[in-house]
Antibody, heavy 118, light 112 residues
């Protein structure tokens, strides 16, 4: 069974950092592109970042460039999102998702909640 | 960045009646490979999004055939032939032709 399980969310103060993890199973993680997508409370989905199968290509939405870093460890079948200089408007549920080609995001984790507040 | 515009933003449908959602992109989503990188997702209340339709018109595994997608270039439509209670949620279109990927604003479907 294809499965994605996020972890690492929680409450963090403005300006703080957090590292999200996503454990993948049930598919060939090392050959698959992966994404992070977030959803602020009551808002629409917002794509965050994309990484290719070997980590050599990374893409970000402009508002997160320089603050967020996507990475992966294929030996551990894990995806990561390092988030620095967090702001209140980064408060959201963060989803890990599998990108199966041409942007087809066909498997999603259950999400992990990040709350940025003092 | 490619802007995705969905209409309407909300729908209230009687069970058994059809529903239609439009999605327009600011640029063509036709890839050099010949594929059109437009996908539809449904987010049911309290759940993660799920893929419904990929590449304009292909239903994802397990998706009922009452869901259909059509369109080309920059104009796309998702249709539900007979809406049921299980179809309640927010529907999103998303472009996958370039990064950053972008979603539409979402269309909230409720049952009358």
């Amino acid at each position: 069974e294809v499965q994605l399980v996020e972890s690492g969310g929680g409450l963090v103060q403005p300006g703080g950092s957090l590292r999200l993890s996503c454990a993948a199973s049930g598919f060939a993680f090392s050959t698959t592109w992966m994404s992070w997508v977030r959803q602020a409370p009551g808002k629409a989905l917002e794509w965050v970042a994309l990484i290719n199968h070997d980590g050599g290509q990374k893409y970000y939405v402009d508002s997160m460039k320089g603050r967020f870093t996507i990475s992966r460890d294929n030996a551990k079948s894990s995806l990561y999102l390092q988030m620095n200089s967090l702001r209140a408007d980064d408060t959201a549920v963060y989803y890990c998702a599998r990108d199966s080609g041409w942007g087809r995001t066909d498997c999603w984790g259950q999400g992990t909640l990040v709350t940025v507040s003092s | 960045d490619i802007v995705m515009t969905q209409t309407p933003l909300a729908l209230s449908v009687t069970p058994g009646q059809p529903a239609s959602i439009s999605c327009k992109s600011s640029q063509s989503l036709l890839d050099t490979s010949g594929r059109t990188c437009l996908h539809w997702y449904l987010q049911k209340p309290g759940q993660a999004p799920q893929l419904l339709i990929y590449e304009v018109s292909s239903r994802f595994s397990g998706v009922p055939d009452r869901f259909s997608g059509s369109g080309s270039g920059t104009d796309f439509t998702l249709k539900i032939s007979r809406v049921g209670a299980e179809d309640v949620g927010v529907y999103y279109c998303m472009q996958g032709i370039q990064a950053p990927r972008t979603f539409g604003q979402g269309t909230k479907l409720e049952i009358k």
